[in-house]
């Protein structure tokens, strides 16, 4: 599996426009045995008794959704700590990341738009002046406009709120298009939604590693879907990375020295009894 560096391009794109794609970051082969991987994965969720549906997320079924991937075969384990993955996610948001969530959505023939929305909006409140959420999407099957291609609007990485959502947003929604084995880069600011797979037969397969900074609450708790024997098999950078480790959010951005150190002019004048 290669292990491509960001480019400077790539990385630049991707701060001014809020996007970016890394191309051939998996071989057409290992885009395609992943493929079908995800869908054993799902037969083994819905043998669980997990739905691959949910009526509040996707208008119909034809959008399969598959949950928890992480447990589910040692493959997603693999990718979404993938140096080009980590790598990109890391020039965004720093070294102090977490991993928040990893699902896919598979847009087959008929499937429909979900809401429009950025994904840093899911997460935390507004202004969403700031990066602080990343996707990096495995495409695994060729992406574009019929198949279901997810649909952005260019500049909305530049909207802070609500409000400047325009009123026309539908119409100026572009397809992310890219082929199997690519990555595509989508900072948490930039408004998006899947698009409509109008094809007669043609699969749109996308997996969605969604990165936040470490302060910003997980969409998923690791501990509590992650089984013990998938716990004790990640690195300890990973476990750091899950949150899987007793101490989570301490001194992340904080400034823990005593206050005789913050303050030592102070210290010295306690110290004179003044
Ligand atoms: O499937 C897509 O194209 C977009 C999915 C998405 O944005 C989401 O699940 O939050």
Known sequence: ?????SSPETLAHLQEHGWARIPSVL?????ASTLSKLWAARDKAAASGEPSHYTWLDPNANNVRVF??????????????????????????????????FTANIAR??????????????????????????????CLTDVY?????????????RWT????????????????????GDVLVMDGT?????GRNVTKDQDRALLFGYYTKSFIRQQINWTATLSKDVQDEVSPEMREWLGLNPVS???????????????????EKDAAGS
């Open 249 to 267: 959010n301490i001194g992340a951005v904080g400034d823990l020295r005593f206050m005789s150190e913050q303050f030592p002019e102070y210290a």
């Open 27 to 31: 071989s057409k082969e290992e885009a």
């Open 109 to 138: 023939p008929g499937s429909g738009s979900m809401c429009f929305h950025s994904d840093q909006s899911v997460v935390f409140p507004e202004p969403w002046d700031r990066v602080w959420a990343l996707n990096i999407i495995w």
């Open 145 to 157: 406009a019929d198949n279901g291609a997810t649909r952005f609007v260019p500049g909305s990485n």
């Open 190 to 194: 930039v408004w998006h939604t899947s």
């Open 68 to 101: 928890n991937l992480l447990q589910l075969d040692p493959i997603f384990r693999t990718l979404i700590g993938h140096p080009t993955a980590v790598g990109a996610v890391q020039a965004v948001l720093g070294k102090d990341f977490s991993i928040s969530n």
């Open 161 to 180: 709120r609500r409000e400047h959502i325009p009123g026309n947003a539908p119409e100026l929604l572009l397809p992310f298009e890219a082929s199997a």
């Open 1 to 5: 599996m290669g292990s491509a560096a």
